[in-house]
């Protein structure tokens, strides 16, 4: 029987990754391109409106033209280059995931996790060793709980004081005379003059 072998098969992750790399510097330039054509077409435009002579507003206008026109056709070859670059990519995925799954099975260990009777008495093993664990630990943390739910904060140290308190009266104060005098002035600003 003939194995038919496709080109797929030959093809290297290097050489995909080679390929995206000069498409994504082919990109880079177009993009620097499309820049400088925006930077053109700007100057021609300002140059346009300066200019006081009607012929001459006339070929600034076409000169404008002309780089909208270059940066229509670099903007669709970008995007030409975007989408063969993310279907390179794709490619690129699937060739990382050959290699994986191909690795993958050689390394697996199928004659382990082919005794179903010995692996179900060791993963019942390890939920019980799990379960204790976690018995532990939620002890643990009722405890912290309890001993934390019985501690009264010192008052001396986190309450509010005379002094605190006439602080925060002096803050609450400031901030009303400032709310006051941000009203006046709106208030003040949209009055009718009066004549």
Known sequence: MLFFRSKYDKLTREQVVEAICTLEGELGGIEEELSAKQKQADEFLAKGRAESNREIKLFYAKRVNAVRAERE???RRAMYLM????????????IDDNR???????????NLLSDQRGLAKFLN?????RVAAEDVLTSADETFR???EAYDPNAAIYGKNESDDELLAMFEAEEAVAQEDEMRGETAGSAPEVK
Not at 100 to 110: D, E, I, P, Y
């Open 146 to 148: 309890s001993v934390e």
């Open 125 to 129: 093993k390890t939920l019980g060793t």
């Open 73 to 75: 056709q670099s903007v």
């Open 83 to 94: 989408y063969n670059i993310q279907l390179l990519n794709k490619l690129k995925a699937a």
């Open 100 to 110: 994986f799954f191909r690795n993958a099975g050689k390394v697996s260990l199928g």
